[in-house]
């Protein structure tokens, strides 16, 4: 991997496929198995909005959209056995209630209790907008709300988020000019490659990992296909 290369990982549920189903669900031993391949490769395990202070040399960062339910109970108890901290990001009107938005399952969301539980226990809790709308081509001013409410909420719950978690990965310049007009320094969106220190701060690349992503399929993820997708735009060029 290139020097100070960063996967950061993205998941979303985490439990067994009969209670969660395959859809953006990990199981608890294949997030462990991930982490411990990241342990044994000395890696640092950062949380987001760390990155805020600086670019780890070896460093990885686990990130969960949404806020589940599963999340909590299930991901950050798997990752806590291994001493490794990780991101959730919490769309803040729906805290509590239900996954109910566009292509959403309705999985239950966990509630303020636990993610301010697992703020204690140095977990790192993220803002994904008040009601996980799509951001790109928004009006601003709806754009606005959607982040402030969310920040706000956050806030009068003594959380300080410094990461902010794009929806669907989408956000246009007027989301980039608001979350700097708000102090967020970091925001996270998707892509097929590790983030590199060259990256804009607010338009970090994750990859994302599906329910039958082994080790295997991980490295896949993280090297290889960055490469061949390298290779392939290269080999497109006159
Ligand atoms: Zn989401």
């Known amino acids: 991997m290139r020097s100070k290369a960063l996967p950061i990982l993205c998941y979303h549920k985490c439990g067994p496929a009969d209670q969660e189903g395959r859809r953006l669900n990990v199981e608890p031993r294949r997030l462990a198995a991930h982490a411990r391949f990241f342990l044994r490769r000395g890696a640092e395990f950062v949380t987001a909005g760390r990155l805020a202070d600086g670019w780890p040399d070896r460093g990885v960062c686990l990130t969960f959209d949404d806020g589940y339910v599963s999340t909590l109970r299930n991901a950050f108890p798997a990752l ?76 009068e719950r003594g959380l300080e988020p410094r990461s902010f978690c794009h929806p669907y990965g989408r956000y246009d310049s007027a989301t980039l000019e608001i979350l700097q007009g708000a102090g967020v320094p970091i925001g996270l969106a998707l892509g097929k490659r590790p983030a590199l220190p060259t990256d804009p701060r607010l338009e970090l690349p994750r990859i994302v990992l599906a329910y039958s992503d082994g080790v295997a399929m991980l490295l896949y993820r993280m090297l290889l296909r960055p490469r061949l997708r390298q290779a392939s735009g290269a080999a497109k060029r006159p």
């Open 80 to 155: 806590e056995a291994l001493g490794v901290r990780a991101s959730v990001y919490v769309v803040t009107d729906k805290v509590g209630s239900s996954a109910d938005w566009e292509g959403g399952d309705g999985a239950p969301l966990a509630g303020w209790d636990e993610l301010l539980d697992a703020h204690r226990r140095d977990f790192e809790v993220g803002c994904h907008t008040a009601t996980h709308a799509r951001m790109d081509g928004l009006d601003p001013d709806t754009q606005r709300r959607e982040v402030l409410d969310a920040l706000n909420a956050l806030r």
